[in-house]
């Protein structure tokens, strides 16, 4: 039975939530601050964390840091904000998803089930089958400058607009990961419904092109898995 954290300081919302994982099967244990959650998870294993971002005392964000620092295990962040620089800062510190409140429980424990299955059914990452394994970006490849919000290739500034910053960005949270094309339209897109998966296609033919221009070769960072989507990779 997988072991899901709850950080969730408003007890409505927990006692819904709690109610809903454990009718699933999902054995819960709830923390109230981010202190709390990381002393939990320090106390024992734990598959899935659920973390919501707005915590009494530190945010979070600072608690996925935290557990970032020792650990892969899936997160999926919940907030009552949905501005783009929480869902890129969520993404880029290790979150494999998010969901602005108010939500649906049941949609909750669908994007924990599919997580944890992506994640290979415990809280160790690993990649879906026929994916390379995640590895971390080499120094000299791609650099993301988070106060300028700028992506750097091989040292050379890309040109890139807001929504092929946000995209490149998704997937250089997990290099070695494939997103779909509907995962890469809702973590980019503020409004993924008003555009086609076409358009992602378009977005990363324009990335690949400017990863070029930085340096011949750059855009094969960016593959294509056929009928699957898209991921970043630094090898061969």
Not at 47 to 66: A, E, N, Q, S, Y
Not at 76 to 94: H, Q
Not at 168 to 178: A, F, I, N, Q
Request: proline content about 5%.
């Amino acid at each position: 039975m997988p072991r899901v954290l709850l950080v969730e300081d408003e007890p409505a919302i927990a006692d819904t939530l709690v109610y809903a994982l454990e009718t699933e099967r999902l054995e819960v244990t709830h923390a109230l601050t981010g202190s709390e959650a990381l002393d939990a998870f320090a106390e024992k294993k734990h598959d899935f964390v659920i973390l919501d971002i707005g915590l009494p005392d530190i945010t979070g964000l600072d608690v996925c840091r935290k557990l970032r620092e020792s650990s892969t295990v899936p997160i999926l962040f919940l907030t009552a904000r949905d501005g783009e620089i929480d869902r890129i800062l969520g993404l880029e510190l290790g979150g494999d998803d998010y969901v602005t409140k108010p939500f649906s429980p049941r949609e909750i424990v669908a994007r924990v089930r599919a997580i944890l299955r992506r994640a290979g059914g415990n809280g160790e990452t690993t990649a879906p089958s026929g994916t390379a394994p995640t590895v971390a970006a080499p120094a000299t490849a791609l650099h993301h400058d988070t106060s300028a919000m700028r992506i750097h290739c091989h040292g050379k500034a890309l040109d890139l607009t807001a929504h092929e910053y946000k995209l490149l960005l998704v997937l250089l949270s997990h290099p070695g990961r494939v997103f779909t094309r509907d995962q890469l339209l809702d973590r980019a897109w503020e409004d993924p419904g008003a555009v086609t998966d076409r358009t992602v296609d378009a977005h990363v033919k324009s990335i690949r092109s400017k990863l070029r221009a930085a340096r011949i070769g750059a855009e094969d960072y960016i593959q294509t898995r056929r009928g699957l989507g898209y991921l970043l990779s630094f090898t061969a």
